[in-house]
């Protein structure tokens, strides 16, 4: 069976430091990866996807890159993080175009 | 270009009465479409999808989806509500388009709260 694994679950971190959040999937070969962000309130935006190892676009401008050194390992990265960084941070896969995204359990960010 | 609008924010329904969550897209070709559950500090868990065929899909816990092509809609209904259902639903869509990739794009989610 196929399982995504991220971490850590929470994370406190102070302006300006930088950040890495890491996910895997197990399972599965080739799967398209995603790392969306979760602000209070408000619905999914997607951040960052990924079609294949080195591959990865950007939707938004920000302070924030995405690196894919393995076909199952997605890493989401900041130099210096900043207030506004703080949010709810997803990793999902997907199989194809008509299979849906599973998702994992999510890293709470909070900068202070 | 697809979108998709939930239509209410948050529902409140009395335990074991009916769930009703709307969601309406926009897209040139009809779309894969799917519904997610989030319980607080958790990723989302699919509860279920229409890609073809049986236009009325059935998922896990109960719930269940109509495709309506000419209304553009994939509402989420459920018989009797549950005290666990309380949690955010999010509906997503995807083109189905040859080649090329397709984004998901997502509702901004509705806040399901159940009365005992």
């Known amino acids: 069976s196929q399982t995504i694994h991220q971490w850590p679950a929470t994370l406190v971190q102070p302006v300006g430091s930088p950040l890495s959040l890491e996910c895997t999937v197990e399972?599965?070969?080739?799967?398209?990866l995603y790392w969306y962000r979760q602000a209070a309130g408000r619905g999914l935006q997607l951040l960052f996807y990924s079609v294949g190892i080195g591959q990865i676009s950007s939707e938004v401008p920000q302070n924030l890159s995405a690196s894919r050194p393995q076909d199952r390992q997605f890493i989401l990265s900041s130099k210096k993080l900043l207030l506004s960084d703080s949010g709810f941070y997803l990793c999902a896969y997907d199989r194809g175009l008509n299979q849906p995204q599973h998702f994992g359990d999510g890293t709470r960010l909070s900068i202070l | 270009a697809q979108s998709v609008t939930q239509l209410g924010s948050h529902v409140s329904v009395s335990e074991g009465a009916l769930v009703l969550l709307r969601c309406n897209y926009s897209s040139s070709v009809p779309p894969y479409l799917f519904w997610y559950v989030q319980y607080p500090n958790q990723g989302l868990q699919l509860l279920l999808k229409?890609?073809?065929?049986?236009?009325l899909v059935k998922g896990i816990n109960g719930f269940e989806a109509e495709f309506k092509k000419s209304e553009t809609s994939f509402h989420l209904t459920k018989p009797s509500a549950h005290m666990s259902d309380a949690a955010e639903y999010f509906c997503?869509?995807?083109?189905?388009?040859?080649?090329?990739?397709?984004?998901?794009?997502f509702g901004t989610g509705t806040k399901l709260q159940v009365i005992p």
């Open positions: 997503a869509v995807r083109n189905r388009v040859s080649g090329g990739y397709q984004k998901v794009t």
């Open positions: 229409y890609t073809t065929g049986a236009t």
């Open positions: 399972g599965t070969s080739n799967p398209n």
